[in-house]
């Protein structure tokens, strides 16, 4: 092929809606860790959204450099269409997989079969380039780009929500749609980390609920939410008939897990997350927050009835830190948990070194450092090196972010700066 045509060809695919035109890099991502989500849902989720699943699986197979393993997921998202008994616009679902197929058959340098299928996504744009119809081919696209960045990584949660936001203007009612939208902003407030945040998910999470209310995932994080609220009998109502209709979820039992944690309940929380893991042994979520919980359970005072239990307790949380560490390793906060949990365990010299580790990652935010600072504070404060905790606090109070961390280094550095005075004056 000249490089005429080919260049006319390229022009032809930036065009196309699709994975390799939305700008999820792979640098961004820990690639194994989505890949083990997606295939994790492919098994438990409903089977609506499979073919999804296999467009991004495939995606990421092309950020590995290995296409024709991405082909064999376009395959398969291709034959779930056609078993799904889809009636009406099954060709509309298969306009961002013909696109996905073009880029992968231009990559293998396939030039003739990526025309073919560029033609074909064109011919469907032609068919659908009318209202109404063409309100139905924007809702899918925008709805499978909006899953795709909320699948990828937090850094997409607000480009996933803008894509939902802009689909809900064309079908204000669409259930699938409303759900995304709610778990995108869900997910957002999740990681501003600060006390002040709006609870912006709280009534859309209500809606969804409403339009889908036999989505038990929608109704735990409802609950997680109205814990945010205080409103601790309704949060506790939705998780109990949560677990009561999808008993077998892993992602209903890790939300469950996760909001008897926040309850303080976490003795429940890990018996309801040993239960996830069974079912996803690779899920980094439910690893860190058994990590979370056996860490809140380690006595830094212990009488030698209770020694041995408390040293069970720490194997835990380092074992369940360490997992979570191993199965993604661009996780900032994976690493701080796995720092903090060495620091109580009094491992000292480990607790530092992953400290020094994170501080090299090249993916902090200015959240995280926050984060990371404020747990290296606690960590000179626990030896006793308080001139170095003041400094790691300042750091954080530097930093303008209106998080839970600066608020709580303003109030811990005020009590070192008056132990200070008060020793200074003796």
């Known amino acids: 092929m000249s490089d005429i045509v080919k260049k006319s060809l390229m022009d032809r695919l930036l065009k196309l809606q699709c994975h390799f035109t939305w700008h999820l890099l792979g640098e961004d991502v820990d690639i194994d860790n989505v890949e083990e989500r997606l295939n994790d849902q492919i098994v438990f989720l409903p089977d609506a959204l499979k073919h999804r699943m296999y467009n991004l699986l495939a995606y990421l197979k092309h950020l590995k450099g290995d296409h024709e393993e991405a082909m064999i997921q376009l395959q398969n998202a291709e034959e779930h269409i056609q078993e799904s008994n889809i009636s009406e616009d099954t060709d509309v679902r298969r306009t961002v997989m013909y696109a996905n197929f073009a880029w992968v058959f231009y990559h293998q340098n396939q030039f003739t079969k990526s025309s073919i299928y560029a033609t074909k996504v064109e011919i469907i744009l032609k068919q659908y380039e009318s209202p109404p119809n063409k309100n139905t081919l924007i809702l899918d696209i925008y709805g499978e780009q909006g899953w795709a960045y909320l699948s990828f990584t937090g850094k997409y949660y607000q480009q996933a929500a803008e894509c939902f936001e802009k689909a809900l203007e064309l079908d204000p ?14 997910r957002m407030e999740g990681i501003s980390y600060s006390s002040n945040t709006e609870i912006k998910s709280f009534p859309l999470l209500e809606r969804a609920v409403r339009l889908n209310p036999r989505d038990t995932v929608l109704k735990v994080l409802l609950a997680l939410k109205c814990l945010d609220m205080k409103n601790y009998n309704q949060g506790t109502m939705l998780v109990e008939q949560a677990l009561q209709e999808q008993p077998e979820s892993p992602y209903v039992l890790r939300y469950a897990g996760e909001f008897y944690r926040r309850n303080e309940k976490i003795n429940e929380a890990i018996a309801i997350l040993k239960k996830a893991v069974s079912l996803t042994p690779t899920s980094f979520t439910v690893h860190y927050h058994l990590a979370k919980c056996y860490k809140k359970l380690i006595m830094p005072n212990y009488t030698l009835y209770n020694r041995q239990q408390n040293e069970e307790t720490i194997a835990n949380a380092i074992f369940h830190s360490e997992k979570a560490v191993e199965l993604n390793m661009s996780s ?38 926050q984060e990371l600072h404020f747990y290296r504070a606690l960590y000179f404060k626990h030896l006793g090196a308080e001139s170095e905790a003041v400094k790691h606090l300042k750091v954080v109070i530097d930093i303008q972010n209106p998080t839970w961390f600066r608020e709580t280094a303003i109030q811990v550095l005020e009590k070192l700066e008056t132990g200070f005075t008060a020793s200074n004056s003796q």
Request: hydrophobic share 40%; charged share 25%; aromatic share 8%.
């Open 332 to 369: 900032v906060g994976a690493h701080i948990l796995l720092a903090s949990v060495y620091m109580k365990a009094n491992e000292h010299q480990k607790a530092k070194e992953e400290f020094n580790k994170t501080l090299t990652m090249n993916n902090i935010d200015s959240v995280q450092k």
């Open 173 to 186: 009612e669409d259930p699938e749609l409303n759900s995304g939208y709610a778990m995108a902003v869900y």
